[in-house]
């Protein structure tokens, strides 16, 4: 089992929509959990840090829940410039930090 | 205010060579991680410098060795490279000490192994 899961997707909306992505991870003494984008051949960029009391940065609204070792991500009134792939990352001990594998998400017009 | 830069852009390389790949950290960070990323996969963590020590390794064979310099520059060595080490190579930096510990990341080394 990988550390940190995510649905690969794709994710095929109309613009305008609302999505969500989870993420599930297993090492519970993770301490940093974060939602990066990363376009086509591209660095990954940051997106957003999550906290456990949850965060909104405009249309975006990240959640953590530590019980149950997830992750999620909300993306509202979907724009075409969103299409590209969202990495969840989970920071550990000993600076490391890991990465899901990504899900895609393509925005239709 | 800098943003983080690696060099070479692409590189092609036979197997069995050996390559280093550079990085220059975001002004103002002291901590910089390497990272492999294959085709269609997150990036891997391959180690993690500061204070010019490693700091954090990942699953990868020692013939993947670093470098961190007191101007918080890095350097990512490879031994005897592999086909499958055919990769981007992205370097993030971030600052030791901010609880978020957020990293940026430089634009990557393509990596060609053939």
């Known amino acids: 089992r990988k550390e940190v899961e995510q649905d690969p997707g794709p994710f095929n909306v109309p613009e305008g929509a609302t999505v969500a992505f989870n993420c599930t991870y297993s090492?519970?003494?993770?301490?940093?959990f974060f939602w990066y984008r990363q376009d086509c051949r591209k660095e990954p960029k940051l997106l957003m840090s999550?906290?456990?009391s949850g965060n909104e940065d405009g249309r975006f609204t990240a959640q953590l829940n530590r019980a149950s070792q997830y992750i999620s991500l909300l993306i509202r009134d979907s724009k075409l410039s969103d299409s590209a792939t969202y990495l969840c990352v989970v920071k550990g001990v000993a600076g490391k930090s890991t990465f899901g594998d990504g899900t895609t998400l393509t925005v239709k017009p | 205010e800098t943003g983080v830069t690696q060099s070479p852009t692409h590189l092609i390389k036979t197997r069995g060579q050996q390559v280093t790949l550079r990085c220059s950290s975001q002004s103002g960070h002291n901590t910089v991680s390497w990272y492999q990323q294959a085709l269609g996969q997150g990036p891997q963590f391959i180690f993690q410098?500061?204070?010019?020590?490693?700091?954090g390794r990942g699953n990868f064979p020692p013939r993947f060795s670093g470098l961190q310099f007191p101007n918080y520059s890095s350097e990512l060595n490879v031994n005897a490279l592999e086909l499958d080490d055919s990769a981007l190579y992205l370097c993030?930096?971030?600052?030791?000490?901010?609880?978020?510990?957020?990293?940026?990341f430089g634009p990557g080394t393509r990596l060609t192994v053939t």
């Open positions: 090492n519970s003494a993770s301490q940093s």
């Open positions: 993030a930096s971030s600052y030791y000490g901010q609880m978020s510990y957020e990293q940026y």
């Open positions: 410098y500061y204070r010019e020590e490693e700091n």
């Open positions: 999550v906290y456990s």
